[in-house]
């Protein structure tokens, strides 16, 4: 089975810290996402990267960065964390199907990050 | 802009009831529609898909229909049991700058008491 590792279940943080939530996948899946979870909200895609040193932007990129220096590895990074960052993050990968479609994605279960 | 919406956000049924979910799209150029099951303290599954080219799918006591006319897809669950307890997505693929992504529903959360 396809095994997504996020590296805290919760975290909390200050204000103005810097944060990474890190996650492994270990089915050498190309591509891998970050998702942000809000009640009422559902998944948004914060960024995605279909290869190693690649990185695209989501929908709700503010305020967050992203490294994927090896394959199996791709890193949220919250520059200067605030209260409104404060949410569910979920990582995902996926392998690529036809025309680069997202094909079943294997979500890891969840960093609940809390910002006081 | 992007956008599926998903309805309703809570269900309430009795255990042996059929639950359905619907979910509208806004792009008609959408060609994949997956659900996902997320239960408590876990990531969300998948649990079924289905393409524009197919109109219903099966797979045991769940289904899912897609009508690509008026833009809306739903999951039928049928003979709820309580382990189908959870919050599911649907969800809708986007063509961005090269490459397809997935815009996700709200989320609705799945009661089935006994």
């Known amino acids: 089975d396809v095994k997504v590792t996020q590296s805290s279940r919760y975290l909390v943080k200050r204000t103005g810290e810097k944060v990474f939530l890190e996650c492994v996948q270990d089915?050498?899946?190309?591509?891998m996402f970050w998702y942000r979870q809000d009640p009422g909200l559902g998944l948004r895609l914060i960024y995605f990267?279909?290869?190693?040193?690649?990185?695209e932007k989501g929908d709700i990129p503010e305020g967050y960065s992203v490294s994927r220096e090896k394959k199996e590895r791709f890193s949220l990074i919250l520059e200067s964390a605030s209260t409104n960052q404060t949410s569910m993050y979920l990582c995902?990968?996926?392998?690529?199907?036809?025309?680069?479609?997202?094909?079943?994605?294997?979500f890891g279960s969840g960093t609940q990050l809390s910002v006081l | 802009g992007e956008n599926v919406e998903q309805h309703p956000s809570t269900l309430s049924v009795q255990e042996g009831d059929s639950a359905v979910i619907k979910c509208t799209y806004s792009?008609?150029?959408?060609?994949?529609f997956p659900w996902y099951k997320q239960e408590l303290g876990k990531g969300p599954q998948l649990i079924i898909d289905?393409?524009?080219?197919?109109g219903e799918k099966k797979d045991q006591r769940i289904a899912v229909t897609l009508n690509k006319t008026a833009k809306h897809f739903s999951l039928h669950i049928t003979e709820t049991q309580p382990e189908d307890s959870a919050v599911y997505f649907c969800?809708?693929?986007?063509?961005?700058?090269?490459?397809?992504?997935?815009?996700f529903g709200a989320g609705t959360r799945l009661a089935v008491h006994p």
């Open positions: 990267s279909y290869d190693v040193k690649m990185k």
């Open positions: 792009d008609s150029a959408s060609n994949y």
């Open positions: 969800a809708a693929s986007f063509s961005s700058g090269g490459y397809n992504k997935l815009i």
């Open positions: 289905i393409r524009s080219n197919v």
């Open positions: 089915m050498d899946h190309e591509n």
């Open positions: 995902a990968s996926s392998s690529p199907g036809g025309g680069a479609t997202n094909e079943k994605l294997f």
